[in-house]
Every structure is written in structure tokens, then in C-alpha cells.
């Protein structure tokens, strides 16, 4: 009689519980059943209400600010290794601290490889994650790394609002190689806007490098935080004789004033992920839901298919 691979077990921490509904409910299962214990000081326990033993469990959870949000993961990690879960794969839609993924000035720590560091400790055996800030960070880990591009998502959808003279655009010089691939998919022209920071989260100074006139622009980025560069971009471009300014965003962070911000930009419209939960609904956001994505990706990890169809770039 042929062997037949137990189906896993699919978990979410809380902040992630409305999209690990969404990702079980297109693998097909149900999302496992975990309670969350906390203390008055705000200690808190997480614990697995079926038996895990054996099993490849996923656990769902973007690690964003709040640090408790990435302790929740490490906890459940960590109670899953002692459970005797054979696989356990941490799935986290937005990989927080990435932006600390290198040492530009003195004294400071590489929070992206700490971070790495704890889940490997805490007991990930996999990680997939999508939209990285940097590509590179997938180097600190030594488990393995499954790296998805939310292009997956947003390439077909630009696509579906057949735009006339279309441009790809790069809100700083580090997305560059980001905005070369999709104008490369997308077969149009790419611009670039240089960028100085006074200190994080604000801008100095902004100039364009490329022509923007008459064209209906599309900058992508891996992230929106307090909203500061992309709509200084798209009022960049609009006085430079673009036509619209759309922008797409793999997570939507939108922090302080974000949507303030956004509501009063030149943006005709902003696309993210719900890799984040949005907690404001306004008409200028668009949300795409990347459920599928991972649910796919989840469903040849298992059964140990290739998943490089979702690679686009």
C-alpha cells in the first residue's frame, strides 16, 4: 500500500489571523487551533490546542513593528520545536527589521541578520517570506529560503488597465533593478528619482533622472511606510508633465501620517499586499491579496514540487 503524506497543519499569530484565514482557505484546510495565553504585565504564551507531533506545520505572521508581532513568531516557533513538529516552516509575508540589513554607520546593530538568527533558533526549518528590502538578506539564513515577488500579483493587473504610454518608476536609486524588471515585463520606458535623506523617514532633496511627459507612471517600490517618498514622487511627476502617477507597493506599512499623506498626493491610486493588515480603508488604496500565492507556494513545498513559476522576476 502506497504511502500517504499527512496533509499539514496551517497556524497564524494574531496579527496575521484574517490572511492565514484567506491562505487555508485556498490551500483547503482549516487553520489549526492555537490559544493565546497573557499575563497582566503583558507576558503572554501561546499554545497549540491539537497534537502537532510529526507533522509539517506552517505558521503564518508578518513580523512588522511591534516587536510583539515578531516574539509571537519566535514563541510559536519555539513550542512547535517542542512539540515534535517534523517540519516546521515559518510563512511571513513581510520579513520586519529588513531594513536594517547592513551597518551605515558606526555602532548600530544588522537587525535583519539577528532576526534571521532567532527564527533559526527558535526552530524554523523554512522560511518563505516575499518582497525582501534587500535580496541578500535571504544570505543570512542557513535554512532555506523560499523569496516570492509580489509582481505575481501586480504585473497582471497593471496589465488589466491598458495604459497608454506607460513608465515604470523607481522612487530611489536602490529600486532601480526592481523598476528595470518590471519595465522589462511590461515593455515601456523607466525613470528614476534621486533622493537625500536629512534622516530616516525624511527627505531632503528629490530630483528626476528621465522624461515623465504625457506618460502615465507607475512607481514600485517593496514598501510604504510613512508615505513621504512616494508622494513627493508622484508631485515630482505630475509638475514634470506626467499624465497620472499610480504606485505599487508589496506592504503597506503606512505609519504616522501615511494616509493623510495619500489622500492629498497627486497618486491616482496606491496597489499594496495584504501582507500587512490595512486598518484604514480609503479610495485611493487598493489592496491584492496575495492568499494564493502563498497557499500555492505552501502546496509544492509540501509535496515538493517546483515553485520557480513564481519567480517572475
Request: glycine residues 6%; proline residues 4%; hydrophobic residues 40%.
Amino acid at each position: 500500500m502506497a504511502y500517504q503524506v499527512p496533509e499539514p497543519k496551517i497556524f497564524a499569530c494574531t496579527q496575521s489571523i484574517e490572511l492565514g484565514r484567506k491562505i487555508a482557505a485556498s490551500y483547503g484546510a482549516d487553520l489549526g487551533k492555537i490559544q493565546f495565553s497573557r499575563y497582566s504585565d503583558g507576558e503572554f504564551q501561546p499554545s497549540f490546542e491539537e497534537s502537532i507531533r510529526g507533522a509539517r506545520i506552517f505558521i503564518i505572521g508578518s513580523t512588522n513593528p511591534s516587536s510583539e508581532n515578531l516574539m509571537e513568531m519566535l514563541l510559536m516557533l519555539d513550542a512547535a520545536k517542542r512539540a515534535s513538529a517534523r517540519h516546521i516552516t515559518a510563512v511571513m509575508p513581510y520579513f520586519g527589521w529588513a531594513r536594517q540589513d547592513r551597518k551605515d554607520k558606526p555602532r548600530v546593530p544588522i537587525a535583519a541578520k539577528l532576526v534571521a538568527k532567532m527564527l533559526e533558533t527558535a526552530g524554523a526549518t523554512r522560511i518563505i517570506t516575499m518582497d525582501l528590502h534587500a535580496d541578500q538578506i535571504q544570505g543570512f539564513f542557513e535554512k532555506p529560503v523560499d523569496h516570492l515577488f509580489a509582481s505575481t500579483l501586480f504585473l497582471p493587473y497593471l496589465r488589466s488597465l491598458n495604459l497608454d504610454n506607460l513608465c515604470i518608476a523607481s522612487p530611489d536609486m536602490g529600486g532601480s533593478k526592481r523598476a528595470y524588471a518590471y519595465s522589462k515585463a511590461l515593455e515601456c520606458d523607466v525613470v528614476i528619482c534621486y533622493k537625500q535623506r536629512a534622516k530616516a523617514n525624511v527627505i531632503s532633496h528629490m530630483e528626476l533622472i528621465g522624461d515623465v511627459q504625457g506618460k502615465n507612471v507607475v512607481l514600485v517600490d517593496d514598501m510604504v511606510d510613512t508615505a513621504g517618498t512616494l508622494t513627493k514622487a508622484a508631485d515630482l511627476m505630475i509638475e514634470r508633465g506626467a499624465e497620472s502617477v499610480r504606485a505599487v507597493t508589496t506592504h503597506g506599512l503606512l505609519s504616522g501620517n501615511a494616509y493623510e499623506r495619500i489622500e492629498n498626493s497627486k497618486l491616482t491610486e496606491l496597489i499594496i499586499t495584504d501582507s500587512i493588515p490595512v486598518d484604514h480603508k480609503q479610495n485611493k488604496i487598493k489592496v491584492l491579496s496575495c492568499a494564493d500565492l502563498f497557499a500555492d507556494v505552501m502546496h509544492r513545498v509540501h509535496h515538493n514540487t517546483s515553485i520557480s513559476s513564481k519567480f517572475l522576476m
